[in-house]
Structure formats: C-alpha cells, structure tokens
C-alpha cells in the first residue's frame, strides 16, 4: 500500500520552469560526495605508505566519514526541513569544499581520521537536501522518477570518475590530491546553486530538539563502533558498553520522537510497509556491497599490481551498469512491479558477489569486469526504485527527514559493511605466516607488507609477498561471500516486504 499525497495542482507543479537546470545543481552535489567516497580506496595503499596507519586506523580512516554522516543525517534533513534545504545545501557544499583541504594536508593517521570526521559533518547536510528538493520540484511521479534515476545515475558516475580522476592524479601527484578535486565542483555548485536553486522548507517545521540530534548521533556511532569492535577483537566489555550506550540513546530518541508534537524525525513512516521494506533493502545491500568494494582498489592494485588509474578504469563496469538501469528504473517497476525490479536487482548483485569467492591473485579481467557490470545494473535498479518508493510514501513537508532516514540506511550500511567485512578481510589477512624476518608491521595491513618488502633481502621480500597476498586475496573471497549471503537473504526480505507497492503513473 502506497501513501502518496499529489499536490493540489500538479500540473502547475510539473510546468514549473528551470526546475531541470535546478536538478544539475543537486547532482553536482552527489557527484561531490561520490567522487570523495571512491577516491579514498584508491589513495589506501599510497596513504599507508605515507602515514604508516595501523590496521585498524586504516579501518577508522575509511568508515569514521560513514560513522559520523549516519549519526547526523537525520538531525540535517530534519534541519533542512526548518531553516531552509537550498540554505543548508549550499553551506554544507562549502563547508565540504574546506574540509577537504584539511583531509588532503593531514600528516598523521590520527589528523586524517579526525578531517574525515568532520568531512562526514558536512556530509550530512548534502544528500538529504538533495533529494527532498527534487521531491520538492517534481511533483508528477513519472518525471520524479526520471529525475531520481538522474540523481541515482550521477551517484554511479561519480563512482566511475572518482576512480578514473583519482587514479590520474595518484600517478603525477600526492595522495591529497584526490580530496582537492572537491574544491573546483563545490564552487560551481554554490556560485550556480545560489541563482538556480529555489528554496523550500516546511511552512510549520516546530523547534529543532537538541537532545534528539545528540541522541541519534550517540545512537548511531555508539552501535556502529561496537559492532567495528566486536569484528574487529571479538567480545570486550568495553566495545559491548558503548554498544549499549548507543542501543540506549536509540531507544531514548525514538520514545522522544513519539512524545514531541514536531519529532524530528516522524517514526509513524515506517508503518509503511513500502517505506520500511526500501530502507531495509537499501541498508542491507550498501552493507553486502560496501566492504568488499573498500577493498577491492587494494587488490587490484597491490595484489595483481595494476597503476592506480588502470585500477580505476577496471572499476567502470559498475558505474557503467548503474548509470543505465539508474535511467530506466522507474518504467521497469511501472511495467513489472516494484518488487520485481528490487528483489531481482539485488539478487543480481548477491549472485554476482557469490562469483567473487573463486578470486585469486590471478583472476583475468572477464570475470571481474563481468560481475562488476551486474553488480552495477543490480545496484541500480534496487537504489533507484527504493528512493522512489521512500519519496513518494512522504508529504512534501517531511521529503528532507525522509530523505535522510534512505541516506542514514545508506552510510550506516557502508560503516557497518567495512566494519564488518573489512574485519574479515583484516582478521584473515593477518593470519599469514610469513618467512623468518618479516615484520610484525607487514601483519597489519598488506599496504604495510609491500613498504616493509622495500627494505628486505630479494628473495624474502617475495615470499613474504606472495604469503600476504594469498592472504589477503584469502580475506576477500571470504567477504565477497558473506556479502553475497546477505545479498540473498535482502532480495527475499524485499520480495516480501515490497508486495503490492506500486510507482504512482504520472502525466509524461
């Protein structure tokens, strides 16, 4: 059952002029946050050498950005939502911009850690703001599913370009300056966003409740790094303390939001069974995808030895395959059903990840280019239909704290997926057994065993070598199962919790 609520005159609303100019604006904000997620896999192994992080450092470096956004999101949107969405987009496009240059000038593990942070602070204003616009200037359902399958679409190219641009500037340049290439579409962003962009906001938003914004945020970091710890070490009373300090301070926000007269987020939503089912599918498969793609840029690149550009052009497929199902999403779930489109997308991508378990440090290209392509078509249609479905079962009024409720599933998905299955990677890597001599640095991370290789006899340095990429390569079949079994278990979980939604038929 869908709850979509038309506005009065949707006509008016569907003829509305420049609102396809406003859309290019909203998509150089995704492409800005999905150029940064990419190139930041790539950098991996040149920042191990640079900083020398631990292996667990290296972890924090990649999932405290996922941490803090999920944490904040939904206090953003919700913000969005009261002082204005265009307003908070456009300072948190150029709060982004800045802090990026504290990320690619950041000279300890400790710094960087701390610069994604806070670029996850400036995270969370982009994507919710982004699509409770669109919600906001597209009215007619089949030009809003046009216009989400643009945004999804940009999402996965910026998931190419990153790669690609990233890989060039890796090969003339110093790892930070994968962070600057913010800088160029963040002013385009702004200086176009402040013409082009009109506002919008919720005409009787209520006050802005402080204990909830420090209740999700402690909420969803204290549950997410306890699971990190917990995949990470095993049990410890201090990782399952602070786990239950955030499963409390999520129990405490939700009786809040229940209780306040303007909540900042409205959990009467996920009644909707439609709602809570593309949430769910949106959670469970960020999470089977992420840890696995985290890794994946160090595998091409120092286990089978490609440049970092090379590695970057590998990982099109993807990107290739989301942008074209991204486009014709939404007339597949109108001409089949919604479910249909979901559950087999993300079948696809299970079974696609299940074909991964065979990778050794061999593997040609066909095999990886072929499941990185269904992997992409896959991810595209699931993404793209779900945030349709999460769009059109809200008022336009709560489009901002609905959006950010999908991009929450989304980035709690992506910390819990490298916590989870980066540890695998991690736990297994470990486990080598090296040849006499080789250091206990090379056991943290195989970046650290390829530096540590520099500075050790030939014929060692190769042994240890082929040990740890074994390993590693070892790591990663076994998470690309596990995120193919909860790939699997998601399709089914949406065949059944998607039944009878429906895309709304509009006038195009």
């Known amino acids: 059952m869908t709850s979509t609520l038309q506005p009065a005159n949707p006509t008016e609303a569907v003829k509305r002029p420049g609102r396809w100019l406003a859309l290019s604006v909203l998509v150089l904000a995704v492409l800005l946050v999905a150029v940064d997620a990419t190139v930041l896999g790539l950098a991996t192994p040149y920042i191990s050498e640079d900083l020398n992080p631990s292996g667990t450092q290296l972890l924090w470096i990649g999932d405290v950005y996922s941490f803090v956004i999920a944490g904040l999101l939904v206090s953003m949107g919700s913000l969005g939502d009261r002082i204005g969405r265009k307003k908070i987009l456009l300072v948190g496009a150029t709060a982004f911009g800045a802090i990026s240059v504290l990320n690619a000038y950041a000279t300890t593990p400790d710094m960087l850690i701390l610069a994604r942070a806070l670029l996850g602070v400036a995270g969370a204003t982009l994507m919710p703001a982004t699509l409770a616009l669109i919600r906001n200037l597209f009215h007619d359902p089949r030009e809003r599913s046009l216009a989400v399958g643009i945004w999804g679409a940009t999402a996965s190219a910026g998931t190419a370009v990153g790669p690609i641009v990233g890989g060039f ?38 006050p802005w409740d402080l204990p909830s914004v420090l209740l999700s945020l402690v909420g969803m970091v204290g549950v997410v790094y ?16 602070v786990g239950l300090l955030g499963a409390a301070a999520l129990y405490g926000f939700v009786r809040r939001q229940l209780t306040l007269p303007a909540p900042l987020l409205d959990m009467r939503l996920f009644r909707n069974r439609g709602f809570s089912g593309a949430v769910l599918a949106d959670l469970l498969t960020i999470l089977g995808l992420s840890g696995l793609v985290f890794f994946l840029s160090q595998y091409l690149q120092l286990v089978q030895g490609r440049g970092p550009f090379e590695a970057g052009l590998a990982e099109l497929p993807a990107a290739i395959g989301a942008v074209a199902a991204g486009l014709i999403a939404g007339r597949a779930a109108r001409r089949f059903s919604v479910r249909a489109v979901v559950s087999g997308g993300l079948a696809a991508v299970g079974l696609s990840l299940a074909a991964l378990t065979v990778l050794d440090q061999s593997t040609g290209y066909p095999l990886l280019g072929v499941a990185l392509l269904v992997v992409g078509i896959g991810a595209g249609f699931s993404f793209t239909v779900t945030a349709d479905v999460i769009l059109g079962s809200v008022p336009k009024e709560q489009a901002g704290a609905a959006s950010a409720v999908s991009e929450t599933a989304y980035e709690l998905g992506a910390a819990l997926g490298i916590a989870v299955l980066g540890s695998i990677v991690t736990g297994v890597y470990r486990g080598f057994t090296g040849p006499t001599g080789t250091p206990e640095g090379a056991h943290e991370s195989l970046g650290g065993a390829v530096e540590a290789a520099a500075g050790m006899p030939t014929e060692t340095a190769q042994s240890m070598l082929d040990a740890a990429r074994q390993s590693f390569v070892d790591g990663l079949a076994l998470a690309a199962g596990v995120g193919a079994t909860v790939l699997l278990l998601a399709s089914v979980a949406a065949w059944f919790m998607l039944r009878n939604q429906r895309l709304e038929s509009g006038q195009l």
């Open 169 to 206: 500037l890796l090969e003339h340049f110093w790892w930070g300056s994968v962070f600057l290439i913010n800088l160029p579409v963040m002013a385009v962003l702004v200086v176009v966003g402040i013409k082009m962009l009109p506002e919008s906001r919720n005409p009787n938003p209520g």
């Open 226 to 241: 306890a699971i990190k710890e917990l995949a990470s070490h095993g049990l410890a009373w201090e990782s399952l303390a």
